[in-house]
């Protein structure tokens, strides 16, 4: 009986920038900056304890050009590991990969083979009789369809395609490399490992076409454990696949309801116990979260008027529950206040005029077309990876131009403003 197991990775994004976190210090903040290293390291780890007869990563393994040549070294020391254990490493270039130069000029050693860009290439496991189909991307933008360039299945071998694929755009993610799950369950090979889409899924089984997710969540859009698939193969069929988590940080997005609160220092009770119900859920990993307060409350205005103090106060009680258990990102003010804007527009005062300046706003052509040429010009010349990870929804309303959006965002915020009481 041929009997093999391998782990599937992607999307590494070894040394990625996390936003925000620059002006931050403490132990938990550098947890979360050096978490993709800690991740991959957990990786190997993992691929060494349980014996894997080779590993792929398809695709995404670096987050665009480095800094110095660090990265790269921290890498090679990580396939030397597995190079000592005999493990060998299937590795393909994704669209992050191919920005980096340094990339094209690092020698890795000799266990890791990397599938080149120009065409599909084909490694063979005699041994095992694996072959594995793959193409790197030249460059980041790559609109064709490379599947029907992969070679046919090898009969007799247990057929593996690596691609890094936006599948359709799946999960909101640049639709890099496109094809349809047909093209791939009509290829013939038995398993499709794919990269770009950061969340976990298995999209068909028998032929297997699987996303194993991001090895490590980097923000608070990517919520819940992250890790590899270990695939277990017995003569020809995958008998067991399975979800390894590899995250050393998890994010999470806490709602907190504040509808009956009537008192700041009971919201941050609130928050308090939201994080403290939430920290079973790393499993003993650092809960990273963002906390959503939501509901009609009397204290709405005081609310923004507080935010710096709240979000402060909000990681202070994270600290106080221990050494790394939990760190508050961010504080995200979803309320609405008790008096709704149409009964604040009829007000004879100030508040009252900026309401109705507010809702006639959104109907004003000359004042959008001002915006637009004030405010639409600079974030067109974003870059698009900056422009597509922005959760914040007054930013994204500016990015996407929709700026009737953008005034209805801005519009409870400077009420609010006006009329929360002073501290």
């Not at 907190?256 to 700041?264: H, I």
Request: hydrophobic share 40%; with cysteine.
């Amino acid at each position: 009986m041929t009997r093999f197991r391998f782990f599937h990775a992607a999307d590494i994004h070894l040394d990625s920038p996390l936003r925000g976190l620059s002006s931050l210090e403490g132990s938990a903040v550098a947890r979360v900056r050096t978490a993709t290293r800690e991740a991959l390291d957990t990786l190997v780890g993992l691929a060494i304890e349980e014996a894997v007869d080779f590993l792929i990563i398809a695709g995404d393994l670096y987050d665009g050009d480095w800094r110095d040549y660090k990265t790269g070294l921290f890498f090679a020391a990580q396939m030397g590991r597995l190079k000592k254990e005999g493990i060998p490493v299937y590795l393909l270039h994704g669209n992050h990969d191919a920005e980096s130069q340094i990339t094209r000029r690092l020698d890795l050693p000799d266990n890791v083979h990397v599938f080149g860009p120009r065409s599909a290439e084909t490694f063979v496991l005699d041994e095992l009789k694996v072959v594995l189909h793959g193409q790197s991307f030249l460059q980041r933008d790559v609109t064709d369809n490379l599947v029907p360039q992969y070679p046919p299945p090898v009969p007799g071998a247990f057929n593996i395609g690596v691609l890094h694929t936006g599948l359709g755009g799946m999960g909101g993610h640049a639709n890099y490399a496109p094809c349809a799950i047909d093209d791939l369950t009509n290829k013939g090979y038995d398993y499709w490992a794919l990269g770009h889409v950061h969340q976990a899924s298995v999209l068909h089984e028998n032929p297997h076409v699987v996303f194993p997710g991001n090895l490590q969540g980097r923000h608070a859009r990517e919520v819940g454990a992250k890790g590899a698939t270990l695939v277990t193969v017995e003569d020809g069929d995958i008998v067991e696949l399975s979800m390894i988590p590899c995250d050393v940080v998890r994010w999470a997005v806490l709602s907190v309801p504040l509808a009956d609160v009537e008192r700041f220092g009971d919201v941050i009770d609130r928050i308090d116990d939201a994080v403290e119900a939430a920290i079973p859920t790393a499993n003993g990993r650092l809960l990273a979260c963002r906390i959503v307060l939501e509901g009609r409350t009397a204290i709405h205005d005081q609310l923004f008027a507080s935010e710096d103090r709240m979000l402060a106060e909000a990681r202070a009680r994270a600290l106080g529950l221990g050494d790394e258990v939990a760190w508050v990102e961010k504080v995200v003010i979803s309320t609405q206040g008790e008096v709704d804007s149409e009964t604040l527009a009829e007000r004879e005062d100030a508040i009252g005029d900026l309401q109705r300046l507010l809702q006639e706003a959104t109907m004003d052509k000359d004042l959008l077309v001002q915006i637009e040429d004030d405010i639409g010009k600079l974030v067109r010349q974003l870059p698009h990876e900056v422009r597509g990870n922005i959760d914040d929804g007054v930013l994204r309303a500016v990015v996407d131009g929709d700026f009737t959006a953008l005034i209805n965002e801005v519009s409870p915020y400077l009420s609010a403003r006006l009329t929360a009481p002073e501290e």
